[in-house]
């Protein structure tokens, strides 16, 4: 393939933003400032090699690690994990990719899938012990077996441990319920009776 035109727009707004990322590195260097970032960058560099001696002192030192939230790693936190003990060490992850949050901050539910499929052993938590089994029966039929942006994240049945509410003790009558609020012509939004879920 022919190369891109470098006088081309989007050319040359590539080579500026590597300009200002060199020049960033630079300044950063200079006033000898370190982000988290970057510290998670030199991680990941240092397990680089197979052979890096940060692996084995790694692997040496846990047998078992556990990440809790998983669905939040993003892709450097992944590669280190994966680089240092993917194979020698036990990996716990633990995770729900309907929660995933932190985009805004790296956080990468693909990252997430793509552990998932490459793991000997997966295990679903099929029992809810924080909400109420009202609520959580009318959530599913309202989300039950949705698929959530990507077919590989759906929404699956789960039950629920409390019977009863742990506010009051007593059973819920309507945990859950849908209002219609239709607009009438450019008037007000009007509350028009209740659809009950389930």
């Known amino acids: 393939a022919e190369a891109a035109d470098p006088d081309a727009p989007g050319a040359l707004r590539v080579a500026f933003a590597h300009e200002v990322r060199a020049e960033v590195d630079r300044r950063k260097r200079e006033r ?43 892709p450097t936190q992944w590669e280190v994990l994966e680089r240092a003990f993917h194979g020698h060490a036990t990996l716990v992850l633990i995770g729900d990719p309907k929660q995933a949050i932190y985009g805004f901050r790296g956080g990468d539910v693909v990252t997430y899938l793509r552990a998932a499929e490459a793991a000997g052993t997966r295990a679903t938590l099929a029992t809810n012990h924080r909400s109420d089994a009202p609520l959580v029966e009318r959530l599913h039929v309202l989300l039950g077996g949705a698929a959530l942006g990507e077919e590989r994240i759906v929404v699956r049945e789960v039950r629920a441990d409390a019977r009863h509410s742990r506010l009051s003790g007593a059973p819920h009558p309507a945990p859950v319920r849908l209002r219609r609020l239709p607009r009438s012509a450019g008037g007000p939004l009007t509350k028009q009776g209740e659809i009950p879920a389930g």
Do not use: H, K, M, N
């Open 32 to 74: 000898g400032i370190l982000s988290y970032d970057d510290l998670l960058a030199r991680v990941a560099r240092a397990l680089a090699d197979d052979d890096a001696p940060a692996r084995a002192r790694l692997r040496s030192r846990w047998r078992v690690v556990l990440v809790d939230e998983f669905q939040d790693t993003d």
